[in-house]
């Protein structure tokens, strides 16, 4: 039988395509490290979490050497999800020429922030070519020798459009507010009027709600599948609503959330939800190969949609999030497919009448999702403080 790692190999076998779809383990570091290699200008990297394990250490020892010939390379990673980092390990990063900070230390001398994180995972070379996702830089996400790598989704994107992609990350790098702007939302360059690409943003700050929205039409808009991969899925009335409103009208919905979970407690705050989406006739799946990630989703195999932002009230309102809307319909026709498999070949299919429904394990689940629904809101909504006027 085809696993899904077959259909991403076939997928991802012509490297020439405009918008390509990148998976997690070794399609992801073998794509990245030979793009930071050809870099002749300006590399920008930005993600959440970096560690200093085999990985890390491979794509900063690529970072150096970029700065080494020349290359101007920016990075920024964020405050709290790279908090384990050295001195030492940052100092040596500097020492070679980086352009590196982190973005909102907690409680650093001029900010107080907590829930505005730098959550988009972005890297731009030369300002043609970029690959947005959800994947951080850490062996969980390349996998070993003896552990599958964490279930993720990018995109490498080539031509004009990464000019935009740079200027975001040129915004966030120098705590800009405003930037000249640029086009979003442009054909792509092999010819084809039928294949778009849409940069969208959520930036609670800069009043971007692009993902949200984004998400919000195309279900809405939905006739025939929706498709989503849901890590840390705790969506907000109005998205819950969509999702139903979708599979009452006859849309046929299909969620792949985590069957193994890095955070128990949110897993079982989702589980809370599985008895509305039971209701709704709403098809649910769950991950069992390892920890899922993933943050993608198709509608009508037409459009799709892949990056950082994750279901749930901190991405919608705290988080610095970015996504890539792929109008296309063999792209999403191919993404629904692997879907389609991995949902065969890795995941278990919840029913109703096997979930453990016993007053324990209900009360559990419903603490569970009342403290993680207050815990997002309030880290979310957490004040944020500019004393000296400095943006991060």
């Known amino acids: 039988m085809q696993n ?26 073998d794509t990245l490290e030979p793009l930071l290699q050809s870099a002749k200008q300006t590399i920008h990297l930005q993600t959440y979490i970096f560690e200093d ?18 290359v101007e390379v920016f990075m920024i990673l964020d405050g709290y999800g790279s908090r384990s980092l050295s001195e030492k390990f940052v100092a040596e990063l500097r020492l070679a020429g980086i352009h590196f900070r982190f973005f909102s230390p907690f409680f650093s001398f001029q900010n107080i922030y907590i829930g505005r994180r730098l959550h988009q995972k ?36 080539n031509g004009t459009i990464c000019g935009a992609i740079q200027g975001i990350c040129e915004q966030i790098y120098g705590r800009k507010v405003k930037i000249k702007r640029f086009k979003k939302n442009v054909p792509t360059e092999n010819g084809d009027a039928n294949f778009s690409v849409s940069i969208r943003q959520n930036d609670r700050f800069r009043k971007k709600r692009e993902i949200s929205d984004s998400y919000l039409r195309a279900i809405k808009s939905a006739k025939v599948t929706i498709y989503i991969v849901g890590s840390y899925f705790l969506p907000g009335k109005k998205l819950r609503k969509a999702l139903v409103k979708a599979a009452k009208r006859g849309v046929s919905v299909h969620i792949i959330l985590a069957g193994i979970s890095d955070i128990p407690l949110f897993q079982s705050a989702t589980a809370y939800l599985y008895a509305l989406l039971f209701r709704a006739k709403i098809n649910i799946y769950e991950y069992k190969k390892s920890v899922l990630h993933g943050k993608v989703a198709t509608v009508d195999g037409e459009w799709a949609t892949i990056g950082s932002f994750n279901l749930n009230y901190l991405s919608a309102y705290g988080s610095i999030e970015l996504n890539v809307d792929v109008h296309n319909t063999p792209f999403a026709a191919a993404l629904k497919q692997h879907l389609e498999v991995l949902i065969t070949a890795d995941c278990d299919i919840i029913q109703p009448e096997n979930q453990n429904n016993n007053w324990i394990e209900k009360v559990k689940r419903w603490t569970s999702y009342q403290v993680v629904r207050t815990g997002l809101k309030i880290v979310a909504l957490f004040p944020y403080y500019y004393p000296f006027k400095r943006l991060e």
């Open 4 to 29: 899904s790692r077959d259909v991403a190999q076939t997928q991802n076998s012509d490297h020439t395509d405009p918008v390509r779809l990148i998976y997690s383990g070794n399609d992801y570091f």
């Open 122 to 157: 972005v890297v731009v070379v030369d300002a043609q070519t970029a690959l947005i996702g959800g994947i951080n830089i850490a062996d969980k996400y390349r996998g070993t020798a003896t552990q599958s790598p964490w279930l993720d989704y990018a995109v490498l994107l």
């Open 53 to 70: 394990d085999e990985t890390g250490n491979r794509v900063a020892t690529a970072l150096k050497e970029a700065a080494k010939r020349g």
